[in-house]
């Protein structure tokens, strides 16, 4: 079985958005030259998410309100000073709070050289604490063609 | 809306070109995470709404033997972003600070000057080392951002900048426009009395010390000032200061715009005061 992986790195332009990284998902999978296996995408950071939906606008303001509704901006959270060990204050709770309930990874299953997946899904790449340059990690795990 | 007080010390493209500026970043300045790209800075500004920032180097040569970002670093990146505002840093304890500043100001187009005396160890009220440059700046009408309050950096020293120790200065030179940053926290009470009595000083909003910046905003500006008192008493000497990177932009401007103050004193606070600073009288080179 042979293991490739590739780390992609991608500047966010807003504090939330939604970013879908299919073609730089398919562009790693293509150069690993793995036909049949599986396929993780896995983020490198705390207060962003890896996710799967549906690319629709409507759908994509209602993951963004619901991560809101759901961890609202202001709150009695405890992860609210400063970081010495960042030299920088550690307000950002609910960036943490929403990236725990998207999840940091997807796998995804490869076959014939190809994402096994449904018609509407797309993978997204959420940015929860932006703008920031940001890496995910590509990693393919199979056997060639 | 203008931002007073942000740090370029963690733009890749600087630490790309100078690996020395990295040690100084960490070792002195404090600040342990990774660079990133000048879009993220640029991005950040958007995102918080910020036209314009105004970028801060630091001389520390007589105490630390390095700048944390210099005034040819600053040069650099304002002729590549116009979003960019550069100051001037010069070291007091330099006995050629004067005319660095002058320097920096006419040839590199430097539109103000930055002082720490919490890193650069100097006295603010001394005759030998800070007169002569807050004299210098006084003449070339470019307005003076002080470090004043506790210090995050590891080699600073908080007790170096109590605001009162600048009484005699905002006295003496009338001319010189000064501005207390972090309200001068913990000593607010001092920074405000200055400011309350001389016209010449200004506060920024760059308070953090825990909690969230809007409950640090809260309780400095509405709690221990008031906010009737700057509504009243200083609408035109309180400028926005992010203190970016160590904390976001996005989240000062929140901050402030939680404290749900008049639409006048709001916009003096975000652009009006900071813009008066920075255009005259003769703010600048250009």
């Known amino acids: 079985m042979k293991s490739v ?45 890896i996710t799967v939906n549906e690319e629709l606008p409507d759908v994509e303001d209602d993951i963004v309100a619901m991560l809101r509704r759901l961890v609202p901006d202001a709150g009695p959270y405890r992860h609210a000073r400063f970081l010495a060990s960042d030299g920088q204050m550690a307000v950002n709770a609910p960036s943490h709070l929403r990236s725990a309930l998207l999840g940091m990874q997807v796998a995804l299953p490869l076959a014939g050289g190809e994402l096994v997946m449904g018609q509407r899904q797309t993978i997204y790449f959420v940015e929860l604490d932006g703008p920031l340059n940001r890496e995910f990690v590509v990693h393919v795990l199979g056997n060639a063609g | ?95 050629s600070a004067s005319e660095r500043l002058e320097h920096a100001v006419r040839q590199q187009g430097l539109r103000g000057l930055k002082l720490d005396p919490a890193l650069q160890r100097f006295d603010l009220d001394s005759r030998e080392h800070a007169f002569p440059v807050y004299e210098r700046a006084a003449e070339l009408q470019i307005p003076v951002l002080i470090h004043c309050g506790m210090s995050f950096a590891p080699r600073g020293r908080s007790s170096a900048a109590h605001p009162l120790a600048l009484e005699e200065v905002a006295a003496e030179l009338p001319g010189l426009r000064i501005v207390i940053a972090h309200f001068g926290w913990p000593w607010v009470t001092e920074a405000l009395m200055l400011a309350l009595k001389f016209p010449n000083v200004s506060l920024d909003t760059s308070v953090l ?29 309180v400028v926005f200061g992010s203190n970016y990177p160590r904390v976001d932009p996005k989240r000062m401007v929140a901050g402030i715009r939680s404290l749900d103050l008049p639409a006048a004193l709001e916009r003096n606070i975000f652009h009006e005061n900071a813009a008066r600073l920075l255009a005259g009288p003769g703010g600048g080179a250009r």
């Not at chain 2, 630091?58 to 550069?86: F, M, P």
Request: hydrophobic letters at 40%; glycine letters at 6%.
């Open chain 2, 209 to 237: 010390y825990s909690g969230t910046p809007a409950d640090s905003i809260r309780h400095v500006m509405s709690d221990l000032i008031g906010l009737e008192v700057i509504d009243r008493s200083l609408s035109n000497q």
């Open chain 2, 1 to 95: 809306m203008i931002d007073f007080h942000v740090h370029p010390v963690q733009v890749a493209e600087l630490t790309d070109l100078d690996p020395e500026l990295e040690h100084a970043v960490r070792d002195v300045f404090g600040l342990y995470v990774k660079p990133q790209p000048i879009a993220t800075l640029l991005g950040q500004m958007e995102e918080a709404g910020i036209d314009q920032a105004v970028i801060l180097p630091l001389d520390c040569s007589t105490e630390h033997k390095c700048t944390v970002i210099s005034n040819e670093q600053v040069a650099w990146l304002c002729e590549r972003y116009e979003q960019l505002v550069g100051f001037a840093s010069v070291d007091p304890r330099d006995p």
């Open chain 1, 5 to 49: 992986l590739e780390r992609i790195a991608i500047q966010t332009q807003h504090d939330t958005e939604l970013i879908n990284v299919g073609k730089l998902v398919r562009s790693a999978v293509e150069s690993s030259a793995i036909a049949d296996g599986v396929v993780y995408v896995t983020t490198l950071h705390t207060t962003t998410g």
